[in-house]
């Protein structure tokens, strides 16, 4: 594979990707590669606004096909603004989230329909989707378990959904790899973070290095 590279992180909530992907960042960053690092829903202004609207937890009326178009609208804001002018800049671009999330969330989770919600996207963006997705492997139970253990930065709206909200959206990733497995690459995200991490380095570098 050459050239620069559009990579995604996903996985269930508490999987760990957000941490995974700022420190394989930092690696990148030191081999002195050009590298973008972001995240959905956000990354730039608007879809930061966007962002705290959707995931605020006094949003609980919140419809999900509100829900669905927002994080799409979000997107195509973060998209067009961020993520392809720095590939069009030669730079690889790693997204904290993409599509892929709205696919699992708001198509399985919620029940909206994967084909309805990828139709949507494909408005948003178009037919661009990423060239690499990092899926970090985790029990749903586990995942909730290490976000109420640990985060204490942003508790989000999502976060509070019980348990057999998220063993949808695990079985929502099932069914987006079976649709691109292609580009998808499964990590064990139930051990330690530093044997993550490598595992992670190990996919990345020798296609990025």
């Not at 990733?173 to 044997?195: C, G, H, S, T, W």
Request: aromatic content about 8%; charged content about 25%.
């Amino acid at each position: 594979m050459q050239g620069n590279l559009f990579i995604t992180f996903e996985g269930p909530d508490g999987a760990g990707k957000t941490s995974v992907l700022k420190l394989i960042g930092e690696r990148l960053q030191q081999k002195q590669l050009q590298v973008l690092l972001t995240r959905e829903p956000g990354g730039i202004e608007i879809a930061e606004k966007i962002r705290s609207i959707i995931l605020d937890p006094a949003h609980t009326m919140m419809h999900e096909r509100t829900e669905a178009l927002l994080y799409a609208a979000a997107r195509a804001q973060h998209f067009y603004e961020k993520i392809m002018p720095a590939l069009e800049q030669g730079k690889h671009v790693l997204c904290d989230r993409f599509i892929d999330s709205s696919l699992a969330y708001q198509g399985h989770a919620r029940g909206i329909g994967v084909d309805e919600v990828l139709s949507i996207n494909q408005f948003a963006i178009g037919q661009r989707l990423p060239d690499i997705t990092i899926y970090f492997d985790i029990a749903p139970e586990k995942g909730i378990a290490r976000i109420h253990a640990n985060r204490s930065d942003e508790m989000n709206r999502l976060d509070v959904e019980g348990l057999a909200f998220h063993q949808k959206v695990y079985e929502g990733y099932q069914e987006a790899m079976k649709r691109y497995p292609n580009r998808f690459r499964v990590i064990n995200a139930d051990q330690p973070l530093e044997d993550v991490i490598e595992e992670v380095w190990g996919i990345l570098n020798p296609i990025l290095g």
